[in-house]
């Protein structure tokens, strides 16, 4: 028999954790469709949707059933898809001349979505590597051996200003070179593109979480090497501080809204963020954590539906006031009902 025992607590935590509706009164994060960014990866032609293998539940559209998706997603909730191409290798070379094509791909895409569902953001991603044949986001030096980045940055302020003659509403740079926010924003205003925002990958890591996403791309196989290194240009993993001199350069070059990728391992660097600025912050959900979730749900190890959640809810308790996640259309399709 164990003996009675009785604490003296005047403070009980437990009181408010006892039914569901003193839970729901003092839950301090709730989630919903208009937290969410869609990344949606799109290819030319008329084919069918192309599943992406280490991706479950994601596939590539053609343009018109890219629009079908943009507008199912609206109709869920969901405020704001981003954009990213995937081209055959052929197509591919190592100016990655293909990102300034004058009827390229994404400006088709991006008109045909604006002109379906005009109350959809549509943001694009602006760096070379779905253009380039070795699959770096920027173009190499003369001794092939590392990204140079004025010469990058110099087409991406290109590119900037097409995407968004063409309508986009926010163009997203992912490049990771020095100084393209500021050079980006000066080619907008100067092609009297003003309206147009800018969703800096401010704290960008060198993360092996890209690994799904570069196949969905075609990025990875590009160069030959599953081991592109973007260790030049991307954040050292073990760096915090540094990320906070990224989004305060970007904020300074005008950046609308910043971004820290992957999210759900760097939770410490959304709130470094978050407690330094007080613009709008976004964490991408990358491809690496969500096919993680979708393999353990599959061994039967995770739950899915419960993990999905959790992650989510962890990215914005974190701070992240917009999340780009693949589970978009799923978790807005739940929190709809
Ligand atoms: C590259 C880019 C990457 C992602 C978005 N844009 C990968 C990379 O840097 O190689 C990753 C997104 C994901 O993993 O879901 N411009």
């Known amino acids: 028999m164990t ?6 607590l005047p403070v009980r935590p437990r009181r408010l954790r006892r039914t569901p509706a003193l839970r729901a ?53 969901v405020q704001a898809v981003a954009l990213f191409p995937k081209f055959d290798a052929k197509l591919k070379n190592a100016e990655g001349s293909r990102a300034l094509d004058a009827d390229g791909l994404i400006l088709r895409a991006i008109r045909a979505v604006k002109r379906a569902v005009p109350g959809l953001v549509v943001m694009t991603d602006i760096a070379l590597d779905p253009f380039t044949s070795h699959g770096h986001d920027g173009v190499l030096n003369a001794a092939g051996d590392d990204v140079e980045n004025d010469r990058t940055v110099g087409i991406l302020r290109e590119m900037a200003v097409l995407h968004a003659q063409a309508g986009v509403d926010v163009v997203a740079p992912s490049d990771m070179m020095d100084g393209r926010i500021g050079a980006i924003r000066e080619a907008l205003d100067a092609a009297g593109l003003t309206g147009t925002g800018i969703m800096a990958y401010s704290a960008k890591f060198n993360s092996a979480y890209y690994g799904p996403f570069r196949d969905a791309v075609g990025s990875a196989s590009a160069a030959g090497t599953r081991l592109l290194s973007k260790a030049t240009y991307q954040l050292d993993p073990a760096n915090r501080r540094e990320s906070l001199v990224e989004a305060t350069l970007d904020l300074a070059e005008g950046a609308d809204i910043v971004m820290v990728k ?17 613009t709008p912050l976004a964490a991408y959900q990358v491809s690496g954590e969500y096919a993680q979730i979708h393999a353990a749900a599959k061994l039967g190890w995770l739950d899915y539906a419960r993990c999905r959640h959790e992650s989510l809810l962890a990215i914005k308790r974190a701070g992240a006031d917009l999340i780009l996640t693949y589970f978009a259309k799923e978790m807005a399709q739940l929190l709809r009902r």
């Open 3 to 8: 003996q009675e025992f009785k604490l003296d």
């Open 25 to 77: 009164m003092v839950e301090e994060t709730v989630l919903r469709p208009a937290d969410f960014i869609a990344p949606l990866f799109v290819i030319d032609g008329k084919g069918a949707p192309e599943p992406v293998a280490s991706m479950p539940g994601v596939s590539r559209f053609n343009i018109a059933d890219l629009v079908k998706e943009c507008r199912a997603l609206h109709k869920l909730g």
């Open 262 to 278: 992957p999210a759900g391992p760097y939770l410490d660097i959304i709130r470094e963020v978050r407690d330094a600025t007080a």
